[in-house]
Structure formats: structure tokens, C-alpha cells
Nanobody
Framework: QVQLVESGGGLVQAGGSLRLSCAASGSTGSINTMGWYRQAPGNERELIATLIGGRYTSYADSMKGRFTISRDNAKNTVYLRMNSLKPEDTAVYYC??????????WGQGTQVTVSS
């Protein structure tokens, strides 16, 4: 079992920045990839970025440029740095871990609200 806890969300003005954190615990050695997703009201959950094997990053095309995923292995924590935030970035942001045997674990989400 893997437990994920996101933090760092909040209210920010357009143009501002936030850094989200996702702390993993439990069977962290079983984790193959970790990723960040978001879901706005009325929309489907969408992929932002993935960290593969703790080293390689992949971004959804629409997310390239303003979002950066990174990891602190010592803290078993994955971060999402978000710059130049826009009101349309308002959503609940989720962290997901996928294990080597393809089991997915999700965090509870953290709300990000960008005011205009």
C-alpha cells in the first residue's frame, strides 16, 4: 500500500506561483511513476506531468512551459511548481503513484484557486 498526501494549494492571484507537494509513505519502493493531475469543476481529470523512475519527466503538451515536476528522493516527496498561474488553472490537483505491478494510488487532492 502507498499513501499520498498533497499540500501547498491555496488562493493565488493571476500571474503568481505555487509549489505543490505530494508526500508518499508506505511501500514507496514499489513506486514506478508518480504524476500530477488536475480536475476542474465539470471537467474530466487531466494529466499534467509524470515522473518516471524518479528521473525522467513527461508533460502533457498543454502543460509544457509553466509547470515543473520534481522529486526529493530523501523525503519521498514529489513537487509541482506552477508559474504564471491563470484563472483557468483553478482546479483540484491530485498526485498519483503507479507501482511496478500497475496499481494506482491517489492522494486526496489539494485545491488551487487563481483569482483574476
Amino acid at each position: 500500500q502507498v499513501q499520498l498526501v498533497e499540500s501547498g494549494g491555496g488562493l493565488v492571484q493571476a500571474g503568481g506561483s505555487l509549489r505543490l507537494s505530494c508526500a508518499a509513505s508506505g511501500s514507496t519502493g514499489s513506486i514506478n511513476t508518480m504524476g500530477w493531475y488536475r480536475q476542474a469543476p465539470g471537467n474530466e481529470r487531466e494529466l499534467i506531468a509524470t515522473l518516471i523512475g524518479g528521473r525522467y519527466t513527461s508533460y502533457a503538451d498543454s502543460m509544457k512551459g509553466r509547470f515543473t515536476i520534481s522529486r526529493d528522493n530523501a523525503k519521498n516527496t514529489v513537487y509541482l511548481r506552477m508559474n504564471s498561474l491563470k484563472p483557468e488553472d483553478t482546479a483540484v490537483y491530485y498526485c498519483k503513484a503507479r507501482t511496478f505491478d500497475a496499481v494506482d494510488y491517489w492522494g486526496q487532492g489539494t485545491q488551487v484557486t487563481v483569482s483574476s
